[in-house]
């Protein structure tokens, strides 16, 4: 495990070294306040439905920013060579990059807590359905940081690697409006299954599903674990 | 310490390093010497687990490195061909996360610290980022990276490369007491350095290991075409009749004797035998005043280019 915490504490050293860290929270923030300032003029209520709604879109566009250095970076950098002959398994590399970009992402979304001051002082929202909002949008986000991290191990190029993970999270996304193009069941129910949307849709009305949760549990062990083949196949 | 047996490495349908064989014992430097492109590098990797070999055994104290990866790496101090370092973090920063790689116990990191930034003389720029460090300290830092944690086996490939003459020195310095007590295969372009302070050399070309020798050993091993050099007060045909008449001298030139003391200087060819300087000084010290005598050695830059096939 000391591995892990040895990547861990470099991979927030690098995040916070640089500008990009601070970057994109600055630029997630941003949107989040417009979106929860526009949504509430508009609809009066005070409920973060459309608003969560909002961010996990935003979530999506800005997590490939958060990840395409993970792997990429060591490799045009030639760390990569260091991290693999140090005495640190594969797996505690992924994990260890993995819990650095999620901290990232944990901040950002603690940051958007800003809202709920207003929110709470001036309205009366349902506070289970804030926080299994507040649950599954942490969900969603982990499980897009994984794939993510998966797509940055393939290349040494960031922007390649964000490129890649764009139209994949994207795909998560919207695969739940394809079912309606499909003529069986069984591929009906599968890409509502497959689909980000669908379970996210569950935790911001209320709904903690532990098909969600094991389906968001999942994905983020498939692609750790598949980096972790991939990591270890490279030699 | 570092064992190879047939190491081969194939990349696709390339085979790039062919049954390569030597080893590295304990209180030994090793040289490892080949032109660009021999395969050096990829050797390096494969003997510290950084890409796996295609056939054959790579054994680091005692560990498989095809299933004792992890145990093996423990031992294991390598700095790469460019050294690996994180531009944003400071020095110290990035040697306390290799430190903390490395499993060196919590209360020990800052002593060890301390040690490696000495030795590597990085005291000027500890709370420096790495990507304002000159090519010098950035190598530096490499080797300081390598040898925390005292480990047994040190890879170096170029570890002197981008240095000045005195941090080359330095570093040398470093090298050579770190290989009193460990193995040390240390990967150079630079000839000098390697009969400086290596017991045995490996040479590599092509893939393939072409000789593993002690530099001296090696050196003797290709005096074919030498030469002695002796400086003389004679007449010149007459020296070279004598020179001549010597059994093992093949030819002698004999340059135009100095206008003020008659001074002539002649460049013998001789076969390589022993003592052939020694029966050159002897006849030649019964006929005429001998001033000097001196044989040519054939270089490490000779041997190696020998052995590349260039010469």
């Known amino acids: 495990m000391s591995g892990v915490s040895a990547i861990y504490k470099k991979e927030l050293a690098n995040y916070f070294n640089a500008p990009i860290a601070y970057f994109i929270i600055a630029v997630f923030l941003l949107g989040t306040g417009y979106f929860f300032i526009y949504n ?27 990840t395409m250095r993970l792997f990429s970076s060591e490799y045009s950098g030639k760390t990569i060579e260091l991290l693999m002959t140090l005495p640190i398994r594969p797996w505690e590399i992924v994990v260890g990059k993995f819990l650095g970009a999620a901290s990232i992402f944990l901040l950002m979304t603690l940051a958007t807590a800003i809202n709920l001051i207003p929110l709470f002082l001036y309205g009366n929202p349902d506070l289970l359905a804030t926080i299994s909002g507040y649950l599954g949008f942490v969900l969603l986000g982990l499980a897009c940081i994984a794939i993510g991290e998966l797509f940055s191990s393939l290349t040494q190029n960031q922007i390649i690697a964000a490129l890649l993970t764009w139209p994949v999270l994207l795909g998560f996304w919207f695969v739940g409006h394809f079912k309606v193009f499909q003529q069986t069941g069984f591929l009906r129910s599968f890409s509502d299954y497959l689909s980000f949307t669908g379970h996210y849709a569950n935790f911001i009305q209320g709904l903690v599903r532990s098909e969600s949760i094991v389906f968001f549990l999942a994905t983020i062990a498939v692609a750790l674990i598949l980096n972790t083949s991939y990591l270890k196949g490279r030699r | ?185 240390l990967s150079t372009h630079i000839l000098p ?62 340059s135009e004797p100095s206008q003020s003391n008659g001074v002539v200087k002649a460049v013998c060819h001789v076969v390589a035998e022993g003592r052939i300087e020694s029966k050159i000084a002897k006849e030649i010290a019964t006929r005429f005043e001998l001033l000097g005598l001196e044989k040519e050695q054939p270089n490490l830059e000779n041997v190696f280019l020998r052995y590349v096939g260039k010469n």
Request: charged content about 20%; overall charge negative.
């Open chain 2, 193 to 254: 350095e390697v009969t400086l302070i290596c017991k045995r050399i490996a040479i590599i070309n092509d893939g393939r290991i072409l000789a593993v020798d002690s530099p001296e050993s090696l050196q003797s091993a290709v005096a074919q075409s030498n030469k002695v050099t002796i400086t003389v007060i004679a007449e010149k045909d007459e020296l070279k009749k004598t020179l001549l008449a010597i059994d093992g001298v093949t030819d002698a030139e004999i």
């Open chain 1, 40 to 66: 509430m003029f508009m609809t009066g209520s005070a409920s973060l439905e459309i608003t969560l709604q909002n961010m996990g879109i935003l979530l999506i566009t800005v997590v490939p920013a958060i």
């Open chain 2, 1 to 185: 310490m570092i064992s190879l047996e047939n190491v081969s490495k194939r990349y696709g349908s390339k085979e790039i390093i062919h049954n390569v064989s030597f080893n590295v014992n304990k209180g030994e430097i090793v040289g490892f010497l080949g032109p660009n492109g021999a395969g050096k590098t990829t050797t390096m990797r494969m003997i510290a687990g950084f890409t796996a070999a295609t056939s054959g055994k790579v054994m680091i104290a005692g560990h498989d490195m095809a299933d004792q990866n992890y145990e093996a790496a423990k031992k294991i101090g390598y700095l790469p061909e460019h050294p690996p370092l994180y531009d944003v973090l400071t020095v110290r920063s990035y040697l306390k996360f290799c430190a903390e790689a490395k499993h060196i116990a919590k209360a020990k990191i800052p002593s060890e610290l301390d040690r490696v930034m000495q030795a590597c003389q990085l005291d000027a720029v500890v709370n420096r980022e790495i990507f304002k460090l000159s090519k010098g300290y950035r190598q530096r830092v490499g080797l300081a990276q390598a040898i925390l944690g005292d480990p047994e086996v040190l890879l170096l490939d170029e570890p002197t490369a981008g240095l000045d003459p005195g941090q080359i020195q330095e570093t040398r310095e470093v090298i050579r007491s770190f290989g009193e007590n460990h193995a040390v295969l």
